[in-house]
């Protein structure tokens, strides 16, 4: 029998738009980014497995609330609206020509999306050495991008990376809404062909090409509940094994070409609340 629990992680943002451009929404970003974790553990006679967090990688715990240490360790004082198809590469509009996005460089020094990290383990005794977790969302009490005034998380991004293997990050869609018609903005050109829904920019080196936006919904990570029943997505987030580190770097950021990347997010605020849920199994089961 699978054993289940899980383990709330709370991660509080605050957005306020202070400048907004055509081309580009300029945001103010402060944070007070915590992770707090509630017990999450499962013991049968000898046997125990226990998920905790650190925000350092050496001080660990099951309860205590963590902070999310920015990793680049300047103060981030603009949110700009970026475009990434990777988490590895982003780029962003430096300038419009009619009110067009038509050149792009890319992000040095992280400065214009948030990129954070904290640490993870399964700590385990009594069981045996296949004994892996595999990790997911968990949205039963519907905190998952909380946004105060409806529009912000439209256009926002959530990527996150598990032990610096970025062939395998996921980049979540916070919010399954749009924005009105009349606040969406198409104004992202490349090669005079102007981009449309679901594409993003992508870095090669020498300039930018548009390709299909890899964001997913929640949803597709999301464990969910009936009466007498759990419903566990086909993939997880990460599968871990027991007694390892895990590194978790964690990217919020407003994808440029997204059309709710606009005037509308204005003056908006969010709070974006993460839960993931754990279920242990062997290595090799489906």
């Not at 920015?70 to 609206?81: D, E, G, R």
Request: aromatic fraction near 10%.
């Amino acid at each position: 029998m699978k054993q289940a629990f899980r383990n709330w992680f709370l991660c509080v943002t605050a957005i306020a738009a202070l400048l907004s451009l055509t081309a580009a929404t300029y945001a103010w970003f402060t944070s007070n980014q915590e992770v707090s974790t509630t017990r999450a553990s499962a013991r049968t006679a000898e046997e125990s497995l226990e998920l905790q967090i650190s925000s350092d990688g050496s001080t660990f715990s099951n309860a205590s609330p963590v902070a999310i240490a920015q990793v680049n360790q300047t103060s981030l004082t603009n949110l700009l609206p970026v475009s990434t198809a990777d988490l590895t590469n982003f780029v962003y509009a430096p300038s419009t020509v009619s009110d067009m996005a038509v050149t792009f460089e890319p992000v040095t020094d992280e400065q214009y999306y948030y990129h954070g990290r904290i640490y993870l383990r399964a700590l385990a005794q009594g069981l045996s050495s296949d004994t892996t977790l595999s990790l997911y969302l968990d949205q039963t009490d519907g905190l998952l991008g909380k946004d105060v005034n409806g529009t912000l998380l439209n256009a926002a991004r959530l990527g996150l990376v598990f032990n610096n293997d970025y062939t395998s990050s996921v980049i979540l869609r916070l919010s399954e809404s749009q924005n009105a018609s009349g606040q969406q903005i198409f104004n992202t050109v490349v090669g005079g062909v102007t981009l449309g829904f679901g594409q993003v920019l992508s870095w090669n080196k020498s300039g930018v090409q548009a390709v299909a936006d890899p964001s997913v919904l929640v949803t597709d990570y999301t464990v969910s509940f009936s009466a007498s029943d759990m419903s566990v997505p086909q993939k997880p987030l990460c599968v871990m094994n027991l007694n390892q580190i895990y590194t978790v770097d964690v990217y919020f950021y407003l994808e440029g070409c997204d059309p709710d990347c606009s005037e509308s997010i204005t003056h908006n605020e969010a709070d974006l609340y993460l839960a993931f849920y754990g279920i242990s199994g062997r290595k090799g089961d489906r």
